[in-house]
């Protein structure tokens, strides 16, 4: 909340629609093979969902993100993630320590889900009306997402239209689709580029395959 009690434009999303959609990333995950998978490229999955969501038409979840020097981080993502584990619902496959941040070493786990608690979630959101159009979504974003390496992925949205425009300082909110339209950032624009440039014959999940190939050739060619 602000200071006056109005609702704050950084407050998160509704917390069980957050914890629906880390489930779903996470089943995208297995479905495609990439389980178990970092929990920093769980957040770099989360933010190409919301930029993305435009080119499948869907409104973001969360509209805003803050921008850190590489890659973005949300931190009521990786409390959610914390809490899904300690419900029994997601598990921590490996745990590795490397290097640290001054005297705090860094930890970067690797987690997917508990299936056989899970299953039963995901198959009544399954059942839900337009839910499964979302989970088709998803997939599509982490099948595209698959081609960036280990080594790639903490660079790798500094190379998407977004997260890396030079309009945006280190520090500041970018906005997804908060305060103007989600189909306005620049990342929804090069994705209206690419189906133009295909004469409109290109469905979405062509367009997203194309613009996460475009990152990977960027990070590959920097």
């Not at 970092?38 to 409104?59: D, F, G, N, R």
């Not at 496959?93 to 508990?114: H, R, T, V």
């Not at 790798?156 to 950032?185: C, F, H, K, N």
Request: proline share 6%.
């Amino acid at each position: 909340m602000n200071i006056d009690h109005t609702p704050s434009l950084l407050e998160p999303a509704d917390q069980s629609r957050r914890w629906l959609r880390i489930l779903s990333i996470l089943d995208a995950c297995r479905w495609v093979g990439l389980t178990p998978i970092t929990t920093s490229s769980l957040h770099v999955i989360a933010y190409l969902s919301e930029v993305l969501a435009p080119v499948w038409m869907l409104e973001p979840l969360d509209g805003k993100v803050l921008k850190q020097s590489t890659a973005p981080y949300y931190p009521t993502l990786q409390q959610d993630i914390d809490r899904l584990i300690g419900m029994g619902l997601v598990q921590v496959d490996d745990l590795k320590i490397e290097g640290n941040n001054g005297d705090i070493p860094i930890i970067k786990p690797k987690i997917s889900l508990m299936v056989e608690r899970v299953e039963p979630i995901l198959t009544v959101l399954r059942e839900l009306p337009g839910e499964e159009f979302v989970l088709d979504f998803l997939r599509e974003v982490v099948q595209a997402f698959s081609r960036l390496s280990d080594e790639q992925v903490p660079t790798s949205m500094s190379e998407d239209a977004t997260y890396g425009s030079p309009t945006v300082d280190t520090g500041q909110v970018i906005d997804l689709g908060e305060w103007r339209s989600a189909t306005e950032t620049a990342t929804s624009h090069t994705g209206d580029r690419i189906r133009r440039l295909v004469g409109n014959e290109m469905n979405p999940a062509e367009i997203i395959d194309l613009y996460v190939n475009h990152i990977v050739y960027r990070v590959n060619h920097e």
